[in-house]
Nanobody
Framework: HLVESGGGLVPPGGSLRLSCLVS????????VGWFRQAPGKQREEVAC??????DYRDSAKGRFTVSRDIAKNTVWLQMNDLQSDDTAVYYC???????????????????WGQGTQVTVSS
């Protein structure tokens, strides 16, 4: 079970930190992916973390950072320099996993959060 929070409205250039609270799964043996879906567009992958190893899609490189707190069972997506095309519903997804590679295939993940809206607008 995943619970997301942290979305909101920010102006261009602003920052947000999304949280994904993971239950029923240890972050010591899990892959967590971040996805987003803008209105009228397909869901796209943003970033992921597999047992501490992170990877980012081009849209996120240099601006977004994934981190985790194992004791709190929480994964964060720090988003800086947000732009209007970052507006979307953001989802975290997770699955028990013991590897270090990132998986961007949405159908591979077994648990999904409810999504949190991120709106970038002046």
């Amino acid at each position: 079970h995943l619970v997301e929070s942290g979305g909101g409205l920010v102006p261009p250039g602003g920052s947000l930190r999304l949280s994904c609270l993971v239950s029923g799964l240890s972050l010591n043996s899990a892959a967590v992916g971040w996805f987003r879906q803008a209105p009228g567009k397909q869901r796209e992958e943003v970033a992921c973390m597999s047992n501490g190893v992170t990877d980012y899609r081009d849209s996120a490189k240099g601006r977004f950072t994934v981190s985790r707190d194992i004791a709190k069972n929480t994964v964060w997506l720090q988003m800086n320099d947000l732009q209007s095309d970052d507006t979307a519903v953001y989802y975290c997804a997770a699955r028990e996993f013991y590897g270090l590679e990132c998986v961007y295939q949405a159908s591979w993940y077994l648990d999904w959060g409810q999504g949190t809206q991120v709106t970038v607008s002046s």
